[in-house]
């Protein structure tokens, strides 16, 4: 038969942290009535958790055959350390609660860069005054990191770019994980391959089906969504001028400053140029069939959303309202290859 030694008895205590308020209330009264009070039990309860207290703690922390009650040396120096836990204990909760009370009245999304300043705008608004005042975050990263925030919960939804044959769900080095996700349609948008004007007012960077020539092209980096849906309409259309990459950029911003600098072609959101080509600043080069269409997607998951989100995406299942492009898109000119 095996013993259990004193040490080991007393190991097997469980310490329970309201104990450690019992002890921080005793020492506060110094008086077992009044603390007993302050803690809302008897005093003979308060009394059996102080002992169970003392059991685990292996050693006297009352004095009490003193009035006002003492703690003992050992109580001391067990209540330094238990008014350090109670707080960081209380301030923990605190954090978690206010966290859990903000995820719970906002919604969040994560979208790429672009959308966030292009998209986000116009289409907030529309969904403040229909769901009324509801804290709105959004997380910009390129669209991988968006489905990795996606996964780990940190946001309620994704909203992206999307071909209508959804192959950009599958163009990068593995398929995302939205692939399996309820998604709706909610905006448009459209690349159209751009130049700046020569003194013509014509194409600096032609398009004109030539294979034997070639233009400088500005594409978008790897890991840019929108630089995928490019690469899929470049593989489907024949007969283009050799397109020389003279420069790469995560934003299209990026290639747009350099399009307007005549540095090269690029393909661009019509709602991040519809103002150039209206000036004449850049104009379409090549065929509208070189135009790359996307939808603007919003993707659930399975799992239950917050009150919020749910309404939010109660409503768009209703509405099926979709924030369409510019209406300048049918003045989008070509120069010499006319639409």
Known sequence: MVVASRDDRRAAVVLDVRWLEDLAAVAGTKNLTRAAELRGISQSGLSRRLQSLEH????????RGKSPVELTEAGLQLLATANDVIGRLNATRRTLREDQDKATRSVRFAAPHLLSVTFFPKWLPQIQKAIGSTRLTILSDN???????????????????????????????????????QWLTIGREKLVPLSAVDDDKQPMHDLAREPRRSISYL????????????DQKLADVTGLPQLNRIYENSLADGLRSMALSGLGVAWLP???????????????????????DLDIRIYRPQRRLSRRAEELWSHLVTTRSVVELPELASSVHSGRHGV
């Open 219 to 230: 594409g978008y980096s790897s890991e840019c969504s929108l630089g995928w849906a490019v």
């Open 143 to 181: 669209l991988p990191g968006c489905c990795e925030a996606f996964d780990d919960g940190a946001v309620d939804f994704v909203v992206c770019y999307m071909d209508q044959s959804d192959r950009l769900n599958s163009a990068g080095e593995r398929t995302l994980s939205i692939s399996t996700c």
């Open 56 to 63: 685990w703690a292996g050693a006297p922390l009352l004095n």
């Open 270 to 292: 019509l709602t991040t140029t519809h103002q150039d080509i209206l000036r004449g600043r850049l104009v379409r080069t090549g065929l509208p069939e070189l135009d790359v």
